[in-house]
């Protein structure tokens, strides 16, 4: 079992800057992709970004490319998700996830643990 626990939302104006955390305790992989996602009142949910644990590379929706950034501290079991220039369109409850197998890194289906979530509101 995995435990994800994400911290950092709240609420800002547009334009604003917020980072999230994602810390991860419990049976840990050699080798995994950890994924943030979103989802806002009456959408789908959609990918936003991931980060391979071991070699750094990352990926991004292209709705916040420029705007975002996925790290990683391994010594902390930690990722993050730096969000600047933040628009209303970006109000969601973010979640982090963590998958240990292969497959497209943007499909939701793909990871097996899921943190509960934070609330990102962006008033403009």
Same mark, same amino acid.
């Given at each position: 079992?995995? +435990?994800?626990? *994400?911290?950092?939302?709240?609420?800002? +104006? &547009?334009? %604003?800057?917020? !980072?999230?955390? =994602?810390?991860?305790?419990?049976?840990?992989?050699?080798?995994?992709?950890?994924?943030?996602?979103?989802?806002?009142?009456?959408? *789908? !949910? *959609?990918?936003?970004?991931?980060?391979?644990? @071991?070699?750094?590379?990352?990926? /991004? %929706? #292209?709705?916040?490319?420029?705007?975002?950034?996925? @790290?990683? #501290?391994?010594?902390?079991?930690?990722?993050?998700?730096?969000?600047?220039?933040?628009?209303? *369109? #970006?109000?969601?409850?973010?979640? =982090? &996830?963590?998958?240990?197998?292969?497959? &497209? /890194?943007?499909?939701?289906? +793909?990871?097996? /643990?899921?943190?509960?979530?934070?609330?990102?509101?962006?008033? @403009?």
């Amino acid at each position: 079992q995995v +435990q994800l626990v *994400e911290s950092g939302g709240g609420l800002v +104006q &547009a334009g %604003a800057s917020l !980072r999230l955390s =994602c810390a991860a305790s419990g049976r840990t992989f050699s080798s995994y992709v950890m994924g943030w996602f979103r989802q806002a009142p009456g959408k *789908e !949910r *959609e990918f936003v970004a991931a980060i391979t644990w @071991s070699g750094g590379r990352t990926y /991004y %929706a #292209d709705s916040v490319k420029g705007r975002f950034t996925i @790290s990683r #501290d391994n010594a902390k079991n930690t990722a993050y998700l730096q969000m600047n220039s933040l628009k209303s *369109e #970006d109000t969601a409850v973010y979640y =982090c &996830a963590v998958r240990s197998g292969g497959g &497209a /890194y943007y499909l939701g289906t +793909q990871y097996n /643990y899921w943190g509960q979530g934070t609330q990102v509101t962006v008033s @403009s």
